[in-house]
């Protein structure tokens, strides 16, 4: 990987130009640089790196109505297209939204990806509904956890034990560490998510 100079692509329909505030590093990123998702990614180089961002937008593309210039965005650009790392990113309008005044840009770029995931699992594949129970195995997975209980669903979830109090604070009960023994707990949740990836299928399939 090395760094280069490069006058950015102005934005086509439906794409935005957005001067980047901050990026987020995270599973996807690393799944790609380590050449493990090229059924995705394509294996042609050279190629940019980076996914999730916040910015400022700089140019909007013929169609581009819910942005303008100035906004201040969140969002994702696409896996092939990918470079957040850069300091401006070409994204597709339907792939960002405007941030909110009362998050800061770490926090913008900590959100598009993760927020996302959790989204699909738990109402697209999860088909999650209010009043049902989530258990979310590393339930410091906030987005995950939030959702969940906005959603107006009751969360449980695993942890470390040095965190047990936050996971707590953020509103996860019952709270077990990550070597626990799943039987006892068999039955007492609608939607099981594995936030991190790491739960053993011989556990998942206990539940």
């Not at 965005?73 to 300091?87: C, M, N, Q, R, Y």
């Not at 959603?151 to 942890?159: D, F, L, P, R, T």
Request: proline share 5%.
């Amino acid at each position: 990987m090395r760094l280069e100079d490069f006058e950015p692509a102005q934005p086509g329909r439906g794409e935005v130009l957005v001067r980047v505030r901050a990026a987020a590093v995270n599973p996807m990123d690393a799944g790609i640089r380590g050449g493990r998702l090229q059924i995705m990614t394509g294996r042609k180089f050279p190629r940019a790196l980076g996914h999730d961002f916040p910015g400022v937008v700089e140019a909007i593309g013929e169609g581009v109505t819910r942005v303008r210039v100035g906004d201040e965005v969140l969002g994702g650009a696409s896996i092939k297209g990918a470079g957040a790392f850069a300091e401006m990113v070409l994204a597709e309008e339907k792939g960002i939204a405007k941030k909110p005044a009362n998050i800061s840009w770490e926090e913008g770029a900590a959100l598009p990806t993760p927020a996302v995931t959790a989204y699909q699992a738990l109402v697209n594949k999860g088909k999650l509904k209010a009043g049902q129970s989530v258990f979310v195995a590393a339930a410091l997975g906030r987005s995950a956890v939030q959702l969940a209980l906005m959603m107006g669903a009751s969360v449980g979830g695993s942890c470390r034990g040095t965190v047990v109090q936050e996971a707590h604070d953020l509103g996860v009960s019952p709270i077990v560490e990550f070597d626990f023994d799943p039987a006892k707990l068999a039955g007492r949740f609608d939607v099981v998510l594995d936030a991190s990836g790491k739960l053993p299928l011989n556990r998942r399939r206990r539940w």
